[in-house]
């Protein structure tokens, strides 16, 4: 099959990209390019370079090209669907969108499933905008031929993701919470590290979503992909400890109080990652039964660890999140301990810390934009 990503060298794409080229496919990325994911390019992908936010110039760099599949990494509310779908229009049989496990509406001890779980989560805004692309989509399809698949990835963790809450909110940053454990510097918890999570490494999650691929089971469905193991955020820093070697120093918050001096978490935390979250996987397993989850927490843990040593273009620290972290901690200002390269990384870190400089900085950055 001929298989176009919208995407294909992130966190989660990137592991369903090599997937497909192994199964036989011919794989196509729909790209912008970028450096820190070159490494992640295989010889036999073909790339189309472009931004999908451009209508225009994707509809000119894809003009000459039919897809079995078209799987959407990069679409996160409802006007991007629109132009999305305006462009790939009549190149593609299925359309498989990812979408995500948060849309999902539970009690906190349910068993999540496909059919039984209320959808619609309107505690966080990624997670409500994924559930109306899900509803266009519904409508969209019914009009055509041509087919849709929708995919709700929950947690899903690989070489360059650190599945815990409370990361620098850039990607290319996560480092940083490693960074923190090895120069002694204390985490926050909540809950005392035993929210109840599922966490899936991207490359059993990739075994499932292929396994969709021109699956008639698929089509016009939507399917949450994860392990049937759970474990809790208490267990992710103890694998952390002994893949390290050293003590995770916590300190254990309300999730009240982390929101208080982090309000860019509120969201995440009450729409999602302080809820207990397990799932029922017998939907994916009945449409593509060799779906199974082999890589257990400590390898995908000890691996990505070791990619990280390994690529230290890829060892970058969020400054900000440090001077976040310190005041939820009172630690006091310690920005004499950090190895900062530059005045912005200065800069960055007091805006975290000290609440007066962030809010003199957030009236400047206002300012600035009315000009």
């Known amino acids: 099959m001929k298989i176009l990503f919208i995407g294909g060298t992130g966190r989660l794409s990137k592991d369903v990209a090599a997937l497909s080229a192994e199964k036989g496919n011919e794989v196509f ?20 370079k472009g931004n999908i936010r451009d209508i225009e110039n994707s509809i000119k760099a894809l003009e000459n090209y039919r897809f079995d599949v078209i799987i959407d990494f990069l679409t996160f509310e409802v006007e991007q669907l629109k132009n999305t779908l305006k462009i790939i229009e009549g190149k593609f049989s299925q359309y498989v969108f990812i979408s995500s496990s948060t849309v999902y509406i539970n009690d906190n001890d349910e068993l999540i499933s496909e059919s039984k779980t209320k959808v619609g989560n309107k505690e966080w805004k990624y997670a409500y905008d994924k559930f109306l692309c899900e509803e266009y989509l519904k409508e969209y399809f019914s009009k055509k031929e041509e087919k849709y698949t929708v995919i709700r990835p929950y947690v899903t963790y690989g070489n360059t993701r650190v599945p815990y809450p ?26 005392k590290g035993e ?12 075994k499932g979503v292929v396994g969709l691929f021109g699956n008639a089971k698929a089509y016009n469905e939507a399917f949450h992909i994860t392990t049937d193991e759970t474990t809790t955020l208490g267990v992710v820093l103890e694998n952390l400890e002994n893949i390290l070697g050293l003590e995770v120093i916590r300190m254990d918050f309300s999730v009240e109080q982390i929101i208080k001096v982090m309000p860019m978490y509120k969201s995440i935390l009450l729409g999602d990652k302080a809820r207990n979250m397990r799932f029922d996987n017998s939907k994916i397993k009945n449409a593509v039964p060799e779906f199974n989850c082999e890589i257990t927490l400590k390898e995908g843990l000890s691996e990505m660890v070791d990619f990280y040593k390994s690529h230290k273009e890829l060892q970058k620290i969020d400054y900000m999140w440090n001077g976040y972290i310190d005041r939820l901690c009172n630690c ?13 990384d200065i800069r960055n870190y007091f805006i975290g810390n000290n609440l007066l400089i962030r809010k003199a900085y957030q009236l400047y950055s206002i300012l600035r934009g009315r000009k």
């Not at 923190?180 to 510097?185: A, K, L, V």
């Not at 929210?195 to 990739?206: G, K, M, N, P, Y």
């Not at 006091?332 to 912005?344: E, H, T």
């Open 29 to 48: 990325l729909f790209t912008r390019g970028s450096k820190e994911r070159d490494c992640f390019l295989k010889d036999s992908y073909k790339l189309i």
């Open 332 to 344: 006091g200002n310690q920005l004499m301990s950090y190895k900062m390269k530059n005045i912005r």
């Open 166 to 191: 409370l990361v620098p909110r850039s990607n290319l940053m996560e480092w940083s919470f490693i960074d923190r454990i090895q120069n002694r510097r204390p985490v926050p918890t909540f809950y």
């Open 195 to 206: 929210t109840v999570t599922t966490l899936t490494h991207t490359r059993d999650f990739a």
